[in-house]
């Protein structure tokens, strides 16, 4: 019923910018929160940095400051732009979103299949 595709993930150097994207579809009619989580070889996912439907944010702290998470209401499309990358962020990354459907009766979490950023030294 819902589907999110992320993209944007790739290969960087230390100190360089991505940007990444989620774009959710399907028989959507409201989505709450959205976020991004990663997790790296060998740790469990966590989260990098959420964002509420009027706009309201909150970061990792090992992100703040470098990471900006973002949201295009009318696309149901979640950004998030990372500049000055470390290798410390090296990770697959996860788009959710908080999601009713046309044919639900609560909010359901949807999660993307995820996008590699390998950010070498």
């Known amino acids: 019923q819902v589907q999110l595709v992320e993209s944007g993930g790739g290969l960087v150097q230390a100190g360089g910018s991505l940007r990444l994207s989620c774009a959710a579809s399907?028989?959507?009619?409201?989505?709450?929160?959205m976020a991004w989580y990663r997790q790296a070889p060998g740790k469990q996912r966590e989260l990098v940095a959420r964002i509420s439907s009027i706009g309201s944010t909150n970061y990792a702290d090992s992100v703040k400051g470098r990471f900006t998470i973002s949201r295009d209401n009318a696309k149901n499309t979640v950004y998030l732009q990372m500049n000055s990358l470390k290798p410390e962020d090296t990770a697959v990354y996860y788009c959710?979103?908080?999601?009713?459907?046309?044919?639900?009766?609560?909010?359901?979490?949807?999660w993307g299949q995820g996008t590699q950023v390998t950010v070498s030294s």
């Open positions: 959710n979103a908080d999601v009713r459907t046309y044919y639900s009766g609560s909010p359901k979490l949807y």
């Open positions: 399907g028989t959507i009619f409201s989505i709450s929160a």
